[in-house]
């Protein structure tokens, strides 16, 4: 193991080392050769050594407890143990030693060798950078280590299966090459990592005595790496010193690692012995404090004798005990005026514990206190009890103001009982009679039992037991109304002692119970309308990103086909035409994901007959549905509902399937139109109470029917009963979405083993004549090239900026593009005339599209300014016409709309 080396020397250490370096590397004798027989024991001797060495760091950081070692320590000694391992495998594979796994050759033993060299070097170079990172959590530890073993796994299985193919097997770069390019990149990474310790230790102070050893060990590591580069002769003396360099290298890492986690410890606790002292000191001032503080404290032994007191203690005793030899007896006190309460601190003590209550001290025909006491167990240096500290508060007045007002405080209930011992009402006041239904003089003949609910009468003993032992009762309970309806009351009860009466408050909680149960369904709407906010809003942000990614896609696409396509035939073409159908298949995906969450508007809806469209989707349907299925429709309502016939295709598509999946191979699934009078029913998506006529469109199946437990869950995204693979758990939680647009409920009417149904609710629409027809898709571009025209296009994807570069520039525009959007401002401020127009994404780091617009439209009002937009909510149209915007373009953005619009505001 290495000597601690004194800060004045180590640069002269240093030195020498790279001397001794110099003379091997330039004089002939630093290559004669070792006989091989020789050269193997000590070769196998200097690395385990070396191994052992970089197990003792792992070992010594490892253990150091975790609130003394940074990160930075960690990786240093998690790269050692990794390295160690890998060193093992190195001298157990080299050439002359038994066969590993498979046979021992110079190509892993070199292969190994490697990777733990640039894992030691690329582990202290970091360090190097980040010396200070903070400690690590114990799953962090773990996770380091865990993923430390796992790259050694990994390196093993290669070298170990699959020596041939690993590279420097021939071609253009022979092994040994490829042997001395890693080499001296480990001694490249090194040498930065000399020079950036050295620098750290200058300004460490009192910890440079960790940095310099590490500073002597990545040089040291560095020039072994020098010693072993360019000489074939692998038992040479060279080599030799290049593991002796190693060896030290190690050694020298060992020395920090001990020095950080051994004698920073023993700093810390010199500390401690210094923050001792001052405590101690303070201990002395909180001792005066604690004796002429205002607040009663006693110290006492087992027995209760009196050991210590301060002033107010003294003079709390002298009032209430007459009698130096009572004052010394606490206890012995507290057992003639409050047994209850000795009694109890007493077994507290004796197990240790806290004890806090009232106790009275006095003695009779004397004044009379009521203290309010803790009690703190005190133990010795074994940890048994053998004493304790109380503090005593005089609460005497406290307590009478209490008894005085508190009768007064609880009139303020509706109800007022005063009941005799045998349970009769012997006081009723007029609120209650008004609450009951019957008159006081009724109430006074009658006993509590026959104003108690059949269900509650039983309770009534054990209630008086309780108030006449502990005093009081708060409850809530049924009562019965004259007209015999019953209504919840809570109430609150009081035991006089001195007449066994009981004093009885009630307040009438019917409304109370009816708007509870009102704010629970409110409560559920809430929940459920959060949940929906949470997943729009993640689906909005996947939906901004893969609508970046489609854009290029289908533009370079685009452009493929319309610059390669005619002047080069065959399956290129089909080939493109696939990629753009299937960019434009994804892009109506994310359409249909925004419009799930409502992040953009779906299809317009209007006055729509259901008939049609579940003729349609039976027909569809029947192919796909086991021919032991009967699968039918009637419709008994001809009326018609307010949403888009392709979202009501989509609704009845889902619940069909999902009814075909549920019965098998033989069964029925029925889908029937009816109005249907709600009163009260739960939506199952909403979670309002229903009430009034609705046109039902109800999927009714004779399946296995649902578990109760799942039917809460039904429309919650990815949530399915169905198998691995069977389904995604999107269908109803597409329905919900669909639902809320139209206006529309459902209900789930299902009991195991009884099939289900889920009538589909919506308010009856009127009926129109028209029907508005299906756009088309938009016409493929061939207007006017431009002339030269400059066009500003930033993005922050810098994809899709090329792609709409390349778009305008074959069309005859100037296009300048941009990835950031502040230097575009930056730009224009300086030369705002140099463009007619600019194109801009709105999502975009330091500055929106939108704010962007804004503030190129004060700096030149007309500019043409289109803005791209991967998900249009929270834009409106004012807003776009306020900051100047022409156009606004979703992404992906298509190329001949584009090409139409610039041209409508260039050419």
């Not at 240093?14 to 630093?30: D, I, M, T």
């Not at 582990?123 to 280590?145: A, C, E």
């Not at 001990?258 to 210094?274: E, I, T």
């Not at 009402?425 to 006081?440: D, F, H, P, R």
């Amino acid at each position: 193991m290495v000597k601690h080396i004194r800060p004045a020397r180590h640069d002269g250490l240093a030195v020498a080392l790279a001397l001794l370096v110099a003379l091997l590397v330039l004089l002939p004798w630093g290559q004669v050769d070792i006989p091989f027989r020789h050269y193997l024991p000590l070769h196998t001797l200097l690395e385990f050594t070396s191994i052992v060495v970089a197990f003792l760091v792992f070992a010594t950081l490892w253990y150091t407890p975790s609130n003394a070692v940074s990160a930075s320590w960690l990786l240093i000694a998690v790269a050692l143990f990794s390295a160690g391992w890998l060193d093992l495998a190195h001298a157990l594979s080299f050439r002359g030693m038994p066969d590993l796994i498979t046979p021992s050759t110079a190509k892993k033993s070199t292969a190994f060798w490697l990777a733990a060299r640039l894992i030691v070097a690329l582990t202290l170079l970091g360090v190097s950078f980040y010396p200070h990172l903070r400690r690590p959590s114990r799953l962090g530890r773990y996770g380091l280590l865990a993923g430390a073993a796992a790259l050694n796994l990994l390196l093993l299985w290669g070298v170990f299966w699959h020596e041939a193919e690993l590279p420097g097997g021939g071609g253009a770069m022979d092994y040994f090459s490829l042997k001395n390019i890693l080499e001296g990149l480990a001694a490249a990474l090194l040498l930065p990592s000399a020079w950036r310790y050295r620098r750290l230790a200058r300004g460490a102070g009192a910890g440079a005595d960790s940095l310099r050893p590490l500073f002597l060990a990545a040089l040291a590591g560095a020039l072994s790496g020098l010693l072993l580069i360019n000489h074939e002769i692998m038992a040479d003396l060279r080599n030799l010193f290049g593991h002796l360099y190693k060896l030290l290298s190690y050694g020298l890492l060992f020395q920090a690692m001990f020095v950080a986690s051994v004698r920073k410890p023993y700093h810390q606790l010199s500390l401690q012995a210094h923050a001792l002292a001052e405590t101690n000191a303070q201990l002395r001032t909180r001792s005066l404090a604690l004796s002429s503080t205002a607040m009663p404290v006693f110290v006492t032994d087992l027995a209760g004798r009196v050991q210590w007191r301060n002033r107010a203690a003294y003079a709390l005793l002298r009032q209430a005990l007459p009698g130096r030899a009572a004052r010394q007896q606490f206890m012995s006190a507290l057992l003639h005026s409050d047994p209850a309460a000795l009694a109890g601190m007493r077994a507290a003590l004796a197990n240790g514990q806290l004890w806090r209550g009232q106790v009275r001290l006095g003695r009779d025909g004397g004044p009379r206190l009521s203290l309010d006491c803790t009690a703190t167990p005190l133990r010795n240096d074994d940890g048994a009890v053998d004493g304790s500290v109380i503090t005593a508060e005089d609460v005497t007045e406290r307590i009478a103001a209490r008894q005085r007002y508190k009768r007064v405080l609880d009139t303020a209930l509706d109800g007022f009982w005063i009941v005799g011992a045998d349970g009769r009402l012997l006081e009723v006041n007029q609120g209650y009679a008004k609450m009951s239904g019957y008159t006081v003089a009724q109430l006074l003949r009658m006993n509590v039992d026959e104003l108690e609910a059949a269900a509650f009468t039983r309770d009534i003993p054990l209630r008086m037991a309780h108030l006449a032992s502990q005093g009081q009762l708060r409850l809530q309970s049924r009562h019965r109304h004259a007209d015999g309806h019953e209504f919840v009351v809570e109430m609150s009860a009081t035991h006089d002692p001195a007449t066994g009466h009981i004093f009885v408050f009630l307040h009438d909680r019917s409304e109370y119970e009816a708007a509870a149960a009102a704010r629970y369904d409110l409560e559920r709407q809430l929940l459920q309308s959060q949940k929906m906010q949470s997943l729009g809003q993640l689906t909005g942000g996947i939906a901004h990103d893969f609508n970046n990614a489609l854009t290029a896609i289908l533009g370079y696409a685009n452009l493929a086909l319309r610059r390669c396509l005619p002047a080069q035939p065959g399956k290129l073409g089909p080939y493109l035409r696939e990629i753009v159908g299937a960019s434009e298949r994804a892009s109506e995906l994310v359409a249909k994901m925004l419009t799930f969450a409502r992040m953009q508007p779906g299809a317009p809806a209007g006055p729509l007959a259901p008939a049609g469209v579940i003729a349609e989707v039976l027909a569809m349907l029947r192919p796909s549905i086991p021919s032991g299925i009967a699968l039918h429709s009637r419709v008994d309502d001809p009326a018609c509902v307010l949403m888009a016939a392709g979202e009501l295709h989509q609704v009845l598509v889902n619940l069909i399937i999902n009814a075909r999946d549920a019965i098998g191979e033989h069964g029925s699934i029925e889908v029937r139109v009816r109005r249907r009078l709600l009163d009260g029913q739960l939506c199952a998506v909403s979670r309002r109470r229903l009430a009034g006529d609705y046109l039902a469109i109800e999927v009714r199946d004779d399946g296995c029917g649902i578990a109760a437990e799942h039917v809460g869950r039904l429309f919650d995204p990815f949530f399915t009963t169905k198998e691995v693979g069977k389904g995604t758990g999107l269908g109803l939680a597409m329905l919900q979405s669909i639902l809320r647009r139209a206006g529309g409920h459902v209900l789930v009417e299902t009991a195991p083993g009884l099939g289900s149904c889920f009538p589909l609710l919506f308010p009856v629409a009127a009926a129109t004549a028209g029907a508005a027809a299906v756009a088309g898709p938009a016409a493929v571009f061939d207007g006017v090239a431009g002339a030269g025209q400059q066009i500003w296009v930033v993005d922050d994807t810098p994809a899709v900026a090329r792609y709409i570069a390349e778009l305008l520039g074959d069309w005859g525009y100037q296009v300048r593009r941009f990835d950031d959007p502040l230097q575009l401002l930056a730009a224009f401020r300086a030369a705002p005339m140099a463009v007619d127009l600019v194109l801009t994404d709105q999502t975009m780091p330091g500055i929106g599209g939108l704010a962007l617009a804004a503030a190129l439209h004060r700096l030149r009002p007309g500019l043409p300014i289109f803005l791209c937009t991967g998900q249009r909510a929270g834009l409106d149209e004012a807003a776009l016409v306020r900051c100047g915007v022409q156009r606004c373009f979703d992404k992906p953005v298509s190329g001949d709309a584009l090409l139409r619009a610039v041209a409508l505001a260039l050419v």
